[in-house]
């Protein structure tokens, strides 16, 4: 059976889920990161589920791939900040950076 | 016939997007270049922040250009559709590269990035300057979330630039968590959208919705419903850009761990990037018949969350005594009272007159685009002030401003005429700014009630915000100076550089000429947008 275009769907929602759980939940600056990874793909997922089955065609793995490209980017941006956070406070800690009170 | 696929390739690019992008592609070469300077050691004969100046600079120039070549309606799609050219965008450009002038003058003032870093600081400008203008000119959705991602990228970077500073190091963690966590969230509305719709064009998102929807788009069709979640979603990491509330919890704490230089271009820049995005989001969305009853509800949902930000932020602002983070809750004011144009705007152009209210409408993009006007030289010369007096005393909070007129009258005068500004009084620019706005309400509220709603909140806020700009006011013009405080002595130079800011904030009110022209401007702008579609 082949499977259908909910099928990826729901592959992509759970991860997204997962994602957004990770990210509520996880108290370790780089475990938010990884909650931030499985949004990102569970999109990526959806986009080329969707350029397999409708209109949206070729554009659907050319966003894929530029999704692919900038979690690169933006994950090495957000480790160098979580080590900067490191050596200025010896943990990563989300909750103990509470100089600032938001 | 490959051969004539890359020929069309390369006719287009050299023959519009290339003189179309110019201005962006100056900024990047000065990324380069500004890099290259320090790999050969030139950096010590000529300052780095001369070559950015330089590119900047050119960048304006350039812009200029575009501006003088373009006729008032046109609207030019390059780059394989991925970018839009209008009078809107080239006013982004202008405007964005203007405000990096003046941002580099203040940090040479100030001198936060020290020799060493300077190339590094500069390029994360420049880059996170190219992807607001990228935001302002994005035609699709892939530009919507790349040009998204490269202004905050290198935001989050300049946020923790302060290095061994334990606050700063905070404020980006905090920013870089929730700002990758909130462009995730965004992506995934992207998905959906694209994926149901079938395109990623933004001006084609209403027709397809249309089609979708075969008929009567009501929110009882799935399909309509999957796009509706994507459109909230997409809201998400636009709303967290605009610092609106609910997503606005970042911004306090970026802005107090930021130097007070970085909190004036996230304030100003990051805020007309994103409003310029998603009026073209809005703009793609709207005008057809079928869809004006589901987007007139969300031009009102968003004059609610105008509502809430305008009103969080004066009272939040309120108990303040850091001075950032105050203009950090003033900031969050004033992108709802700029959030109510696009509201206004919305109701406007869905609505069955649409036509015959069309001068109303581009009055309403003008609006914002006048707002952000004189919010570049009010808010820039706030944090001016802020960054200048912290040089001198070593702190930011309010009570260090007690006295000030006695020590600097400059920054005192010139400090004063921008919260003046802020609070909306005449004959200051942000007053007519203000006032445009409030009209291009008042006249979507004969459309649909609920933004009487929205005027009024926004009237009243303005009386509240007075409240807390006063204690500014107060302290720097009535208060003595504590005896044991250090002397704000500042030079010539530093003095002016914030009073020409003044200056412009205040000829943009009596002025009636500039006043005029820059409005007319961005009313063209604004009816560049809307014929755009």
């Avoid at chain 2, 000065?30 to 050119?58: E, K, N, Y």
């Avoid at chain 2, 602002?317 to 983070?325: D, E």
């Avoid at chain 2, 992108?335 to 649409?354: E, F, H, T, W």
């Avoid at chain 2, 302290?475 to 002397?487: D, I, N, T, V």
Wanted: include cysteine; proline fraction near 2%; hydrophobic fraction near 55%.
């Amino acid at each position: 059976m082949q499977p259908s275009l909910s099928n990826y769907l729901l592959v992509g929602a759970v991860l997204f889920v997962c994602g957004v759980i990770c990210m509520a939940t996880k108290r370790n600056g780089i475990g938010v990161l990884m909650g931030v990874e499985l949004v990102l793909n569970g999109a990526n997922i959806n986009f080329v589920a969707f350029s397999k089955f409708t209109a949206l065609g070729l554009d659907g793995q050319v966003f894929s791939l530029f999704v692919i490209v900038l979690a690169a980017a933006e994950a090495a941006v957000a480790l160098a900040i979580a080590l900067n956070f490191y050596n200025n406070h010896l943990t990563i800690d989300v909750d103990r950076g509470n100089k600032l009170k938001g | 016939m490959f051969s004539e696929l890359i020929n069309n390739l390369i006719k287009e690019t050299t023959g519009n997007g290339l003189n179309f992008f110019s201005a962006e592609l100056w900024l990047s070469g000065t990324i380069v270049a500004m890099l290259l300077f320090r790999l050969f050691s030139l950096d010590r004969l000529v300052p780095t922040a001369f070559v950015g100046m330089i590119g900047a600079g050119l960048a304006v120039w350039y812009s200029f250009g575009q501006f003088q070549a373009i006729e008032a309606d046109q609207s030019i799609v390059f780059f394989g559709g991925m970018l839009r050219q209008d009078l809107f965008s080239i006013y982004f450009r202008i405007f964005l590269s203007l405000f990096l002038i003046l941002t580099i003058a203040l940090t040479v003032l100030t001198g936060i990035p020290d020799n060493e870093d300077a190339p590094d600081f500069y390029s994360l400008l420049f880059g996170a300057t190219i992807g607001m203008m990228l935001m302002a000119s994005a035609n699709n959705l892939l530009i919507l979330f790349l040009g998204v991602e490269m202004a905050s990228v290198p935001s989050y970077v300049m946020v923790g630039f302060l290095k061994g500073r334990k606050s700063s190091s905070e404020a980006s963690l905090k920013y870089v968590v929730y700002g990758a966590g909130a462009a995730g969230v965004m992506l995934y509305g992207i998905s959906l959208v694209a994926g149901v719709l079938g395109t990623g064009d933004m001006s084609l998102l209403a027709d397809h919705l249309k089609v979708v929807s075969s008929g009567a788009a009501g929110l009882a069709d799935p399909e309509v419903r999957t796009v509706a979640l994507g459109v909230m979603l997409v809201m998400v990491g636009l709303a967290f850009k605009l610092s609106l509330v609910p997503f606005h919890f970042w911004c306090p704490d970026a802005f107090e761990g930021a130097s007070a230089e970085v909190a004036g271009f996230l304030s100003v820049a990051s805020k007309a990037g994103a409003f310029g995005l998603l009026v073209r989001f809005c703009i793609g969305l709207s005008g057809v018949p079928e869809t004006a009853a589901l987007m007139t509800a969300f031009g009102v949902a968003l004059g609610a969350v105008a509502i809430v930000t305008v009103t969080f932020g004066n009272l939040a602002a309120y108990t303040q005594t850091n001075l950032k983070r105050l203009f950090a809750y003033s900031t969050i004011a004033h992108a709802g009272y700029m959030l109510m144009a696009v509201s206004a705007m919305l109701v406007m152009i869905n609505s069955d007159q649409a036509a015959a209210l069309s001068k109303e409408i581009n009055y309403s993009i003008g609006g914002l685009l006048y707002y952000l006007a004189v919010y570049l030289f009010m808010n820039l010369g706030a944090f001016a002030v802020i960054a200048l007096v912290r040089n001198y005393t070593f702190d930011e909070d309010i009570s260090s401003f007690k006295g000030l007129m006695t020590q600097s009258p400059a920054l005192a005068i010139g400090m004063a005429i921008c919260i003046f500004s802020l609070i909306g009084m005449p004959p200051f620019g942000g007053f007519f700014a203000k006032l445009m706005i409030f009209a291009s309400v008042y006249k979507a509220a004969g459309l649909h009630w609920f933004m009487y709603i929205v005027l009024a909140a926004g009237g009243l806020n303005t009386v509240f915000s007075l409240f807390y700009y006063v204690r500014i006011l107060k302290a720097m013009f009535l208060e003595e100076r504590p005896a044991e405080a250090r002397k704000v002595s500042v030079p010539a130079v530093e003095g002016s550089y914030v009073l020409v800011l003044a200056a412009m904030v205040f000829l943009m009110g009596v002025l009636p000429g500039l006043a005029n022209g820059l409005s007319s401007i961005a009313n063209s702008a604004g009816s560049a947008v809307v014929s755009g579609k």
